[in-house]
T-cell receptor, first 112, second 115 residues
C-alpha cells in the first residue's frame, strides 16, 4: 500500500502564477519530506526538503509547507516559469531507516 | 565530477535473457539504491546498499539481484528477464549512514524493454 500519495497526476498553470502541488502520507513515523523534480530522459534532482519538526521551508521561488496533523504537505512555486515544466515527486523518509518512499508524481505544465 | 553514472542508457532484451545494469558514483557516498519507475507508480525501491559490503531488499526485489562491488559501484542483475520488468531503472546514492539526513542523488536512468 502506497504510503505517499500525490492525487493530482497533472497541473497546468500560466507563467507568472502560483503552482501548488499536494502530497498526502499515511506513515506517522516519517521524519523528513522531500520534493524531487524530473525532466524527461533525466534522473530526478533534489529540489527542497523539510524536517517533521518544522512547518515551512523556503528556498527562492519554492516553499514547502507541512501539516503534520493532516499528514499533508504542499509545494508552492511562485512565480511559475516555463523551465518549471517537469514531473514533481514527493518523497518521505521513515525515522527508522534511510529509504525513501515516493509518490506517483505530478506533471506540471507552465503555459506562456 | 560526474556524480552518478549508469550504463547502458537503453537496452532491449528478449524474454529469458539476462543482463546487468551498471551504476557508479564518484561522490564517496556510503549508500546506494536501485529504483524502477513505471507510469502512475512513482519510484519503487528494488534493492539498496546502506554501506559497502551490505545489501538489502526494497519494495520490489523479485526477479533481481544486486552486487555492491566496492564503495563506488552497485550493479543490478536480471537473471531471466520478463516483460513485467520493462521499466526505467534509476540508481541513486547518498552520503552518510547515521546522523544528519542527506538527500539522494540520482543517475540519468536506463530504459529497459523486454519483449
Amino acid at each position: 500500500d502506497q504510503q505517499v500519495k500525490q492525487n493530482s497526476p497533472s497541473l497546468s498553470v500560466q507563467e507568472g502564477r502560483i503552482s501548488i502541488l499536494n502530497c498526502d502520507y499515511t506513515n506517522s513515523m516519517f521524519d523528513y519530506f522531500l520534493w524531487y523534480k524530473k525532466y524527461p530522459a533525466e534522473g530526478p534532482t533534489f529540489l527542497i526538503s523539510i524536517s517533521s519538526i518544522k512547518d515551512k521551508n523556503e528556498d527562492g521561488r519554492f516553499t514547502v509547507f507541512l501539516n503534520k496533523s493532516a499528514k499533508h504537505l504542499s509545494l508552492h512555486i511562485v512565480p511559475s516559469q516555463p523551465g518549471d515544466s517537469a514531473v514533481y515527486f514527493c518523497a518521505a523518509k521513515d525515522i527508522n531507516d534511510y529509504k525513501l518512499s515516493f509518490g506517483a508524481g505530478t506533471t506540471v505544465t507552465v503555459r506562456a | 565530477n560526474a556524480g552518478v553514472t549508469q550504463t547502458p542508457k537503453f537496452q532491449v532484451l528478449k524474454t529469458g535473457q539476462s543482463m546487468t545494469l551498471q551504476c557508479a558514483q564518484d561522490m564517496n557516498h556510503n549508500s546506494m539504491y536501485w529504483y524502477r519507475q513505471d507510469p502512475g507508480m512513482g519510484l519503487r525501491l528494488i534493492y539498496y546498499s546502506a554501506s559497502e559490503g551490505t545489501t538489502d531488499k526494497g519494495e520490489v526485489p523479485n526477479g533481481y539481484n544486486v552486487s555492491r562491488l566496492n564503495k563506488r559501484e552497485f550493479s543490478l542483475r536480471l537473471e531471466s528477464a520478463a516483460p513485467s520488468q520493462t521499466s526505467v531503472y534509476f540508481c541513486a546514492s547518498r552520503t552518510g549512514t547515521t546522523g544528519v539526513f542527506h538527500e539522494q542523488y540520482f543517475g540519468p536512468g536506463t530504459r529497459l524493454t523486454v519483449t
